[in-house]
C-alpha cells in the first residue's frame, strides 16, 4: 500500500542554519504531498502542499518541490529561527481512499539559539 | 478561525473503563476523523465519518467505536479501557484538498492505568 518514509529525529541545528527535512513516498498513481506542523501542545496545521509533479509548495519560508522521478517531497527551509522548533509530518493523500492521508512518523526538529 | 474542540486535554482512567473523547467542530465540515499519535509510529487513523451517522474503519479500529449522531460532533469510544491505548488522540475535520487541509483539535492525551 501507499507509505511515507521521513527521516527519523530530533533534528537540532543552531538558529540560521539550513534545514532540510527528507520525505519519500510510495504511492501508486500520483498522490498530492503534504508537509504538517505540531507546534508543543498544538494540533495538527498545513504547512504546504503540492499536488503534482514538479509543483513547489512554500510557506513561512519553507518550501518542499514534488520530485516524481525521485519520489520525494523533501522540506526546506534557508534560516531557520527557535520558533521553527516543531514536530514535521511528511503526508501523502491516498488517492485510492477517498480524502484519507497517510502520514509519515514525525520529525522533530530543535532549533538553538 | 476553524476550531476543532476536544473536549479533555488530560484524561487519566482505569483498566475496564468506558471512555468518551469528544470532538466538536464549528465549520460545518462533512468529513471528521479520530488519530491516535505515539511516538515512532506518527499518526495513525482509528476511525473516520464523511456524514452524520455514517462511519467508515481506519487502519486501527479494534477496541474503538465512534458516534456521529450530528454534523459538528465526533465521538470515540473506547467500550473497555486497555493500558495499550495510552496515547495521545487528535481528532480533525474537513477536506484534504482544501486551503487549510485538515484542521486538527489540540488533542487528548489519555492514560489507562
Known amino acids: 500500500g501507499d507509505s511515507v518514509t521521513q527521516m527519523e529525529g530530533p533534528v537540532t541545528l543552531s538558529e540560521e542554519a539550513f534545514l532540510t527535512i527528507n520525505c519519500t513516498y510510495t504511492?501508486?498513481?500520483?498522490?498530492?504531498l503534504f508537509w504538517y506542523v505540531q507546534y508543543p501542545g498544538e494540533g495538527l496545521q498545513l504547512l504546504l502542499k503540492?499536488?503534482?509533479?514538479?509543483d513547489k509548495g512554500s510557506n513561512k519560508g519553507f518550501e518542499a518541490t514534488y520530485r516524481k522521478e525521485t519520489t520525494s517531497f523533501h522540506l526546506e527551509k534557508g534560516s531557520v529561527q527557535v520558533s521553527d522548533s516543531a514536530v514535521y509530518f511528511c503526508a501523502l493523500k491516498d488517492v485510492n481512499r477517498d480524502d484519507k492521508i497517510i502520514f509519515g512518523k514525525g520529525t522533530r526538529l530543535h532549533i538553538l539559539p | 478561525d476553524v476550531k476543532v474542540t476536544q473536549s479533555s486535554r488530560y484524561l487519566v482512567k482505569r483498566t475496564g473503563e468506558k471512555v468518551f473523547l469528544e470532538c466538536v467542530q464549528d465549520m460545518d465540515h462533512e468529513n471528521m476523523f479520530w488519530y491516535r499519535q505515539d511516538p515512532g509510529l506518527g499518526l495513525r487513523l482509528i476511525y473516520f465519518s464523511y456524514d452524520v451517522k455514517m462511519k467508515e474503519k481506519g487502519d486501527i479500529p479494534e477496541g474503538y467505536s465512534v458516534s456521529r449522531e450530528k454534523k459538528e460532533r465526533f465521538s470515540l469510544i473506547l467500550e473497555s479501557a486497555s493500558t495499550n491505548q495510552t496515547s495521545m488522540y487528535l481528532c480533525?475535520?474537513?477536506?484534504?484538498?482544501?486551503?487549510?487541509?485538515?484542521?486538527f483539535g489540540s488533542g487528548t492525551r489519555l492514560t489507562v492505568v
Open positions: 480533525a475535520s474537513g477536506q484534504i484538498d482544501s486551503r487549510y487541509g485538515y484542521t
Open positions: 503540492a499536488t503534482k509533479a514538479d
Open positions: 504511492a501508486t498513481g500520483y498522490p498530492s
